[in-house]
């Protein structure tokens, strides 16, 4: 039973405290039963689409964020989500029909060119994610997930003044949270992200075992949209030792990867490095 009682509302509050903690799989289960003891309970459906979207879980995202939207097509923030989703699902075209509409509806929105900006950036569009970014930082928004996806366009496209003037301003916006609680491990790993983009790789493999020491096993970590778990963190360190010519290293890192989640691509391919 939920600490408030054998109610939607104290299920659902349940839920929202499990995923601050970053246990969103016992999140589900609280989400869940909202859901069955009120089936019209549309915000405990949209955090249960964002929580499979979460864990990669991307089909099953799709489908309950559809059917959020198929009872409230006016809600933004659930549109936004199913565009990530689709996204992340490899359904390109249908992601940037979400987020096309989003911006037709509201041409300031920052969020809906932030998620045109990330369809671009998949299909290799630098240029055009770049430009789409410094829209949305120009609406409004210039928060970590627009100044680092910005970040990693322009250098892509060959903008290092852009690019670097974008991830200063975005590590710029962690260091207090890092200085604020340094036993969590967003913090680390979005510092270690930008060291990562910007090819730092000795300053990016501190900052992401500085992470990894600060994760649980079973956990999923997020912070300014981006999201993570222990085996992230552990690719990113493998990356970065081979991209410095450990191979050894990397491989060692590989093999733990295999540990933790047995016929995981990248750590398959990091543990049979030649």
């Known amino acids: 039973m939920a600490f408030g009682g054998e109610n939607a509302e104290s299920y659902y509050d349940e839920g929202l405290t499990a995923v601050m903690k970053g246990d969103v799989k016992r999140a589900i289960e609280f989400f869940m039963r909202a ?13 249960l689409g964002r929580c499979f979207l979460r864990i990669g ?3 099953r995202a799709v ?8 009872r409230k097509p006016t809600l933004i ?13 490899g359904n390109i075209p249908e992601a940037r029909a979400q987020f096309s509409q989003v911006v037709q509806v509201q041409a300031d929105s920052s969020k809906g060119h932030l998620g045109l900006a990330h369809v671009e950036f998949e299909l290799g569009n630098w240029a055009q994610a770049s430009a789409l970014a410094l829209a949305a930082r ?27 003037s974008a991830l200063t301003e975005a590590l710029a916006q962690i260091e207090k949270p890092i200085e604020l609680n340094p036993d969590a491990p967003e913090g680390h790993y979005l510092r270690g992200e930008i060291a990562f983009v910007q090819e730092r790789y000795l300053d990016a493999l501190g900052s992401y075992r500085a992470a990894e ?8 970590y997020s912070a300014f949209g981006e999201y993570f778990t222990r085996i992230d963190v552990l690719v990113k360190q493998g990356l970065c030792l081979q991209r410095m010519g450990d191979k050894e290293a990397a491989r060692a890192i590989g093999a733990r990867i295999l540990q933790l989640h047995p016929g995981h691509k990248l750590g398959k ?6």
Not at 36 to 47: E, N, P, V
């Open 35 to 47: 859901i069955k003891l009120d089936s019209s309970f549309l915000m405990a459906y949209h955090q």
């Open 269 to 274: 391919a990091l543990s049979e490095l030649k």
């Open 57 to 59: 879980q991307t089909e």
């Open 77 to 89: 923030p659930a549109r936004i989500d199913l565009g990530y989703a689709l996204l992340q699902h």
């Open 138 to 164: 120009n609406l409004g928004s210039a928060n970590f997930a627009v100044l680092f996806l910005l970040g990693k366009a322009a250098r892509l496209a060959g903008d290092r003044p852009l690019s670097d």
């Open 63 to 70: 489908h309950v964020l559809q059917q959020v939207l198929a």
């Open 213 to 220: 020491s600060r994760t649980t096993a079973d956990a999923s």
